[in-house]
């Protein structure tokens, strides 16, 4: 079987997929998002990063990979 990862766009489309998991023709796992996962982090550990923290480093890599591909350009 093979693994899809769907964005849903139009609410029927949830409604259809919901329909066909009910006729056992798909069967539909949930992800946690990124939130769930932070505060599943912060239940465990005292330290868990901020949205902002996250941010921060998140823009640091893509600045850092920005440049290096820029520097590669010329």
Do not use: C, G
Not at 2 to 17: D, G, T
Not at 27 to 47: G, Q, Y
Request: proline letters at 4%; aromatic letters at 4%.
């Amino acid at each position: 079987m093979e693994a899809l990862n769907v964005q849903i766009v139009n609410p029927k489309a949830k409604s259809l997929l919901l329909n066909l998991a009910e006729m056992n023709l798909i069967r539909i796992e949930v992800k946690p998002m990124l939130s769930d996962i932070l505060a599943k982090l912060r239940r465990n550990e005292t330290e868990a990063p901020t949205f902002e923290e996250i941010t921060e480093e998140v823009e640091s890599v893509r600045q850092k990979r920005y440049e290096a591909k820029m520097q590669n350009h010329y």
